[in-house]
C-alpha cells in the first residue's frame, strides 16, 4: 500500500494496486474517488479535501455516542 498526499491539492491518494493492475473505471461518493481493476477490486482511492475529511473522521472515532458515521464538507 502506497499513500501520498497532495499538500497544494488537499488530496490524499491511496494506492492498493499490485503491479501491473491497470484501471477499468472510477466511481466518486462525496469526496471519494474509488478506481477499480476489471475484476472489480478498489486499486486506487482519492480523498479530496483529505484535511476536513480526516478531521471528521478523527470526531467520529473520538466521540463518546459511539457514531461510526464520517461526513465530509464543513466542520
Given at each position: 500500500?502506497?499513500?501520498?498526499?497532495?499538500?497544494?491539492?488537499?488530496?490524499?491518494?491511496?494506492?492498493?494496486?499490485?503491479?501491473?493492475?491497470?484501471?477499468?473505471?472510477?466511481?466518486e461518493?462525496?469526496?471519494?474517488?474509488?478506481?477499480?481493476?476489471?475484476?472489480?477490486?478498489?486499486?486506487l482511492?482519492?480523498?479530496?479535501?483529505?484535511?476536513?475529511?480526516?478531521?471528521?473522521?478523527?470526531?467520529?472515532?473520538?466521540?463518546?455516542?459511539?457514531?461510526?458515521?464520517?461526513?465530509?464538507?464543513?466542520?
Open positions: 500500500m502506497k499513500l501520498r498526499y497532495d499538500k497544494d491539492d488537499d488530496i490524499l491518494t491511496i494506492d492498493q494496486g499490485a503491479p501491473g493492475d491497470t484501471i477499468e473505471y472510477a466511481e461518493v462525496g469526496s471519494v474517488i474509488a478506481h477499480f481493476a476489471p475484476d472489480g477490486r478498489a486499486i482511492l482519492e480523498i479530496l479535501d483529505a484535511s476536513q475529511f480526516l478531521a471528521a473522521a478523527n470526531r467520529a472515532i473520538a466521540s463518546p455516542t459511539g457514531s461510526n458515521t464520517v461526513e465530509s464538507g464543513e466542520p
